[in-house]
Each structure stands twice: as C-alpha cells, then as structure tokens.
C-alpha cells in the first residue's frame, strides 16, 4: 500500500542496515554448507564523535554447487550508506546497493501424463537430483539501488519526509521450460495397446529474455499527530510520482526431446535450437504513475487501535513498437482494527485490496490489471513478562487475472487463485543466554481458473494442447512449513 501498486502476499519489507551515530565496529562472518555452499559477510560502521556524520558499509558473497546436477548460483551484493545530521531536527541518508547474482536455471522435475485421468498427474521415477535442463541455460541478474532519504521535526507533532530512488535491472536469461513426460508415439500408427510398456520422453520449450529496466521515484510524506481528548490520530499525507521504464527482447524456441528415464543431451549450441519467434524490434515501454495516499492511525485509549487508509494509482502507460497508449486508474482501501482485552493480549483483524499493472507484453495485448484482495484475522499473547510472545493468524487471499505463461513463453491472463492459511509462531527469551522461535504455517492454495497451452507428442506428430489445470496447487506453494530455532550466547560474546 505505501510502496506502490502491487500484489498482495509475498511482498517482503526490506531493511537495510543503517548507519549508526557514535558508533565504530566491524564484523566479518563466514558460513558453509552442504552442495559445497560457502558465504563470506562483511559490517563496518564509522562515525565522528558527535555522531553527525556516519558512514556502514555491509557486503556478502555467496558460491554454492545447488543440490541438483549442474544447478548451482553465485551472488555478490555491497551495500555503503552514509548519514548527515546537522541537528536534532535534520537527517539525510544517502545509499547505494549493487547485486550481481548469478545462477542455473532450475525447473525441476516433470509431471508424467496418466492415460486414466488424461492429464499431467504422475510423478515421475526418477532421481529427485536429476536435471532435464539444457546446457545453454543461464541467468544473470545485475541490480543497482541509489536512494536519499530526507527527514525534518517541524514540530513536536508534524514530521515532514521525502525519498528519492533510482533503481537499475538488467537481466539476461536463457532457461528451459518443461511441459511434461508425454509417450513417444512412433511417427506412424495408434498408440500401443495398453498396459505395454512405453518410452516416456519429456517435451522442452527454451525461452530466452534480454530485460533491462529503469525505475525512477519519489515519494514525499507528511506525518501529523492530533489529539482530540483521549483519541490520538497518527495522520500520513503521502504523494508517489515515479517514472518505471522496461526495453526487453524475447524469444522463444524449442529444444529436442529427453528420455524420462536415460536422457542424454544432444544440445551443444543455439544452433540447436528450433527457434519460433523472434521479435524484430523489443519494445520499450514507459509508465508515469501519480499516487497520493492517506492513511490515519487512532487509538482509542489504550486498548482500541484502528487503521484507515486509500491509495489512489493513476498509471500512463506508453509503449513504442505497438503504439500502445492507455491509461488505468485504480483505488486501494484498507482497513485494520486492533483491540487489547488485557496487557498482553491482542486481537487484531485487517482487509486489503491490491492491484498490479500488466507487465510490457501484457499491456501490448490489451490486458487489465491483477486484482488482489485479503482479509486477516489473528491474536498475539505475550508471556514471561515480555520476553516471550505467540501469535496466531488465518486469512485469505484471492488474486485474479493472472497472468500465465504458455509453453512458448507468451504471457496469457488465464489465471485466478486463491488461497488460505493458517500461521503458527512462538518467540521467548527464557534467560540472557537462550533464545526460541517456532513456526508452522498451513497453507491451501488453489489455482481456480488455470489453463495452459502445451505442445505433446501424438501419432500425428507435435500438436498443442490446452490443458484445464483448475483446481490443482500453486506452484512453490508448500501445504506444511515449520521452522524451529534454538540459539546460544556463549560467554565472552
């Protein structure tokens, strides 16, 4: 909701490590792991003694094999920071952050066509390590972030804020796209009769992407604090004009066949591949975005807390190559209540709405934007005199006019999801030394509408299919997620 327009669930708030006035320290880490993982992380913070200059730079970087054959990843990424403080009243942070990460494409294993349900359904009996991707894939990500984030006290109740951002993506991707094990037909006649064995042979597609994308910003807010008797409001007036620009070349192709059970690779260069369309100019498409917002937090007393706001989204969106030119226009309410019976406990409910503009290829074909809504419901209980706290939470999320890929890569808004969950978390402290945190999360989720265009192997020869998916789970979505951490403070630090 304050970051611009985009999808509800699976957004993450990122907080950089920031610099620290009156502070001076290093501190270097190393870790390693299985599949040959090693990672090196570096902290140093700098300060005069007044503490209104500080300068923190963070950096990492990370090599790792991956568990599965020929997947592995390396990434670098540094982070320096510097802060100004002439007085109490002012601040500016400037930063800027490079990342470059790079690894192997992983789509993981097929889905083997069952002749009872006539659908992808079967898991395949192959070893969980095995790869079926090409040796041409690759995927290389470069990402630069510069921001200045300026604040000014006006007075005991008004705080006046701005942030401006830049933002740089380049990324060059060659992957394979699985379709599934499908029966290799011979060229001529019916199938064989069932249940005679058959050769399984997994149906590749190869998509190729060459993206480079701009994002320019600012974001100026207004934070007013008013009291009317024992009602506080926490007023936010917020104004986001940005500029995203996206030129990006696409291409896809396919690749021959493997073997389910014995694949051996017969791919050695794009020569290799039966490429089916290649753009003849990439697009490059332009957004203006206009977005003020508001939102009021009130407490009443302190035990009622309620949170109100709308985000208004007006998208100009230009593109070149097809000479589209439209405009959308959308609006973002939502709503959250927290009431507190007793110290320590507190039930809280909330309800958002969302909407995400179509991508350069979408908004080329004509799309609408993805809609998402929500709606939460938790408690949190704190114990051990505050060193301890759990909290439980349900929801539900619906997302609708997704856009899906088919098996030549082109993007077809032919999905609506939905999802439910439960979430589980303890966190205590039970001494200095000791610390806890559980979790488990449940979640059910379901593709509603989900069709997908494949190509299968039939007597005939190649042909495309439009599989009905509806009803199946999303993907990378896990029903059972636990985590348990148990952590030490030896003496002496």
Not at 167 to 196: E, H, M, N, V, Y
Not at 356 to 364: C, D, I, K, L, Q
């Amino acid at each position: 909701f304050l970051y611009g327009p985009g999808p509800l669930g699976g957004t993450l708030n990122l907080v950089r490590k920031q610099p620290l006035p009156g502070s001076g320290f290093y501190r270097v880490g190393v870790t390693a792991g299985s599949w040959d993982t090693v990672e090196t992380r570096f902290d140093g913070n700098l300060s005069n003694a007044e503490g209104t200059v500080v300068f923190r730079a963070n950096a990492f970087a990370r090599d790792s094999d991956g568990y599965r054959d020929g997947r592995g990843g390396r990434a670098f990424a540094a982070f320096p920071s510097a802060s100004w403080r002439p007085g109490d009243s002012t601040a500016l942070t400037v930063s800027w952050e490079h990342i470059d990460n790079d690894y192997d494409p992983d789509t993981g294993l097929p889905l083997v066509f069952d002749f009872q349900s006539n659908t992808l359904s079967q898991r395949p009996d192959v070893p969980r390590r095995r790869s079926y991707q090409s040796p041409l894939d690759v995927s290389e990500q470069k990402i630069v972030r510069f921001q200045g984030d300026f604040e000014r006290v006006i007075s005991r109740n008004l705080i006046l804020r701005d942030k401006l951002y830049f933002r740089r993506f380049d990324w060059l991707s060659r992957t394979t796209a699985i379709s599934g094990a499908f029966p290799a037909f011979a060229p001529a006649g019916p199938p064989p009769t069932l249940p005679a064995p058959l050769v399984f042979q997994v149906q590749r597609a190869f998509l190729t992407l060459d993206d480079g994308q701009d994002f320019l910003g600012n974001q100026l807010e207004l934070l007013w604090e008013a009291r009317t008797g024992s009602v506080t409001h926490e007023l936010l007036f917020g104004l986001e004009t940005a500029r995203p620009a996206d030129a990006l070349t696409f291409a896809t192709g396919l690749l021959p066949p493997l073997a389910l059970s014995d694949p051996v690779e017969t791919v050695d260069s794009l020569v290799d591949v039966l490429h089916l369309r290649l753009p003849t100019r990439p697009p490059h498409a332009r957004t203006r975005f206009l977005s003020p917002y508001v939102a009021d937090q009130i407490r009443f007393g302190d035990r009622v807390q309620l949170l109100v706001g709308a985000r208004f989204d007006r998208a100009d969106f230009e593109e070149d190559v097809a000479g589209t030119d439209r405009e959308d226009e959308e609006l973002s309410p939502f709503a959250g209540l927290v009431v507190a019976p007793q110290v320590g406990l507190s039930l809280y409910a909330n309800y958002g709405e969302s909407f995400t503009p179509p991508s350069t290829f979408a908004v080329v074909q004509d799309q609408v934007p993805e809609e998402s809504r929500q709606i939460e419901l938790g408690v949190k209980k704190s114990f051990l005199r505050g060193r301890g706290q759990v909290t439980a939470a349900v929801y539900d999320l619906e997302r609708e006019n997704l856009l899906i890929p088919d098996s030549t890569g082109v993007l077809r808004q032919v999905g609506d999801q939905e999802t439910q969950g439960v979430e589980l978390e303890l966190r205590a402290e039970p001494s200095s030394r000791w610390s806890l945190w559980v979790s488990y999360a449940f979640t059910d989720g379901e593709l509603t509408e989900f069709t997908e265009l494949v190509t299968v192997s039939t007597p005939q020869g190649s042909m495309p299919v439009v599989l009905d998916r509806s009803g199946n789970d999303p993907s990378f979505v896990p029903e059972h997620l636990a985590n348990l951490w148990v952590t030490h403070r030896l003496p002496r630090g």
